[in-house]
């Protein structure tokens, strides 16, 4: 692999937009629990080798365990998860392909039921910034550490 661009040290203004976005999910409702997740579901369909190895490791450190990482991304073929993280699983897969058909109502109406619309809002950029995160890991060819 080449060497890139590194983007945070050229353009430290774009990276204080993506922080700043990092921060208010950090202070948001959102549990760490679903972050994790949503992190990890989103950088493995985004194939994103660096997000996936840092927040597996969040994810660990913050108490998930082994197994249920090792079968997110077959969580439709397990009872690991609540019904919560279901839908929040499937709102990140929906967000993150969204060329297929983005999210679908019937997901949304789900989500509806468990969520209120401030916590639905924070799933939604929770999934947005980390889909930004893993194209700018992808595109510069950010190492693992």
């Not at 079968?71 to 699983?89: F, Q």
Request: proline content about 1%; charged content about 25%; some cysteine.
């Amino acid at each position: 692999m080449e060497n890139r661009i590194d983007i945070h040290q050229l353009e430290p203004g774009a990276y204080k937009g993506m922080f700043a976005l990092e921060n208010y999910l950090q202070n948001s409702l959102l549990s760490k629990t679903h972050y994790y997740l949503i992190l990890i579901r989103a950088s493995q369909i985004n194939g994103c080798a660096f997000c996936i190895n840092k927040h597996t490791a969040d994810a660990l450190d913050h108490g998930e365990t082994n197994q249920r990482i090792f079968l997110l991304d077959a969580w439709r073929e397990t009872d690991l998860y609540t019904e919560e993280e279901r839908i929040i699983l499937e709102m990140t897969e929906e967000i993150t392909l969204i060329h297929e058909s983005g999210l679908q109502d019937s997901t949304y109406d789900r989500a509806k039921q468990l969520f209120n619309d401030h916590y639905i809002a924070q799933i939604i950029m929770a999934v947005v910034t980390i889909n930004a995160w893993n194209r700018i890991a992808i595109s510069t060819q950010k190492k693992l550490q």
